[in-house]
């Protein structure tokens, strides 16, 4: 695939020649940013075409899966196709949707917006404790960790955030209407239902509301528990039962 790097372009062939995106996803059960852009795609109302990349086989964690260097420079997903457009990152994919017509994916006051987008920037680059000890696991329900003051640090400080936009923008979406800061944290409010983080009533609400979101939940239906460990090869990682499993 040859990368083109103008949007502009893509948008145009998109909307004239009606070229349909294609959005490749991993392993739909476990691949957090996966899910991220999914959900942008489907909130904009763009018609566009899902394609999964098994990532259970050699280069994992590398970048060097050939069936994900084949649509993606970095051979990591997700990955976007629109046209010659290649993107690969979720939260330029995410922009992308944004700049469809009626996508309404950010706040249309500029302030709001401009907290709306450091909210989804911090999630974008930061919390690698929840990533590193609560990896996403929408089928399974495990007792996470204990006493990791980093992750606990960083639990609270999401539950701070979630807590300070539901307030001052009323919610029930986190600045109010659903936005793409809602897309980039659900997943984490999915890691906080697998491995059952005690949280604060207004973040326990806040979990509950985002998984009943019908895009998540058909996202949810066509995923795979157990996915990882029925199609990986010998010597590769193995997410579920990572945890004991709880017994409630």
């Known amino acids: ?67 994900a260097l084949a649509v993606s420079p970095t051979g990591k997903v997700p990955a976007l196709a629109v046209g010659d457009l290649a993107l690969w990152d979720s939260l330029a994919i995410a922009e992308w949707a944004a700049e469809t017509p009626g996508a309404s994916l950010w706040p249309t006051e500029r302030a709001v917006r401009a907290e709306a987008r450091a909210a989804t920037a911090e999630m ?10 609560l990896p996403m696991n929408l089928h399974g329900r495990f007792e996470g960790p204990k006493q990791i003051p980093r992750l606990e640090a960083e639990i609270r ?61 058909r996202w949810q239906e066509t995923s795979e528990p157990n996915s990882w460990d029925a199609s990986a090869a010998d010597g590769l990682p193995r997410l579920d039962g990572l945890y004991p499993r709880r017994e409630d």
């Open 1 to 67: 695939m040859e990368y083109n790097r103008s949007p502009s372009r893509a948008y145009s062939e998109w909307k004239e020649k009606d070229v349909r995106p294609v959005l490749y996803v991993g392993n739909k059960n476990y691949s957090s940013w996966s899910l991220r852009a999914g959900l942008c795609m489907a909130w904009s109302g763009i018609d566009y075409e899902e394609a999964a990349i098994e990532l259970g086989q050699p280069g994992y964690g590398e970048g060097r899966v050939a069936d």
């Open 157 to 217: 400080r999401v539950e701070e955030l979630w807590g300070d936009c539901l307030r001052r923008f009323g919610g029930p979406w986190l600045f109010g209407e659903r936005s793409i800061a809602d897309a980039f944290y659900l997943p984490v409010a999915s890691r906080f239902r697998t491995y059952g983080v005690e949280l604060d009533e207004s973040s326990a609400a806040y979990v509950q509301f985002v998984l009943e979101d019908a895009d998540f939940l």
């Open 124 to 133: 974008h680059s930061g919390f690698p404790e929840i990533r590193t000890h």
